[in-house]
């Protein structure tokens, strides 16, 4: 389905199994494959939501600002479709998405989980983030994807797959293109500030990260998981960043009983 917001963009959004509402929220990259490996499993208990977010993949980015707010206010759009209260799952910039969401009311909430998020880039983040922008910027889109592999899995999960290939080259225009949507992309998450948010969180919260997470360090986690209150902690001992991906079933294990508890 597609869903239309009133700035003109234009969401893709992707609706599977039967069940109590789930929305599942993406990071940076902001695509529903992400999630691909995980639908299948969660869908028999169910009703699963995902969507490419504005501007990527499927999605018209329309006219609205990219920022944390815009972007809960789309996703909340696609909870409001599901109907009833809805868990919602995001990860790394998807959780700074559910975050805001849930403490800003933006739709009926059961249950929240915040996947190797943070409340505030830190020295860390902001280095890291600028530093990716920097390599966007002077060697391209290719060399940014590149090295975000490298940040984002673990050697072995890359070995493995011989996840090592360079994308294509592209056009002048569509590189510039590529350029214009990472750049605002890091801009949210640089511009993002969520440290007043977890006070206003009052439903039952599941805080994941991976200890050997090198984009969104392990420690965001833990400050997460202290400053809700209430909220149950389950770190993952490896899987990188996208450990959602590398070690799916560790990941299911934690989600699945806390979202039927």
Known sequence: MRLTRPDGAELAVSITGEGPGLLLVSGLGGTAGFWSKLVPALAPHFRVAVLDQRGVGASTRGTAEVNITTLARDAAAVAAALGGPVALCGHSTGAAIVLTMAAERMCDVSRLVLSAGWLKPDPYLHTLFTTRLAILERAGYAAYEQMGRFLGYPAEALVTAGNFVAPDLMSEAREA?????????????????????????????????????LIVPHHHQREMARAIRGAAFAPLAEGGHFYPQTREETFLERLLPFLAA
């Open 177 to 213: 293109e590529e350029r214009r949507r990472w750049s605002e992309r890091i801009g949210a998450l640089l511009g993002f500030d969520g440290t007043g948010l977890p006070p206003r969180v009052t439903i039952p919260t599941l805080v994941l990260g991976a200890e050997d997470d």
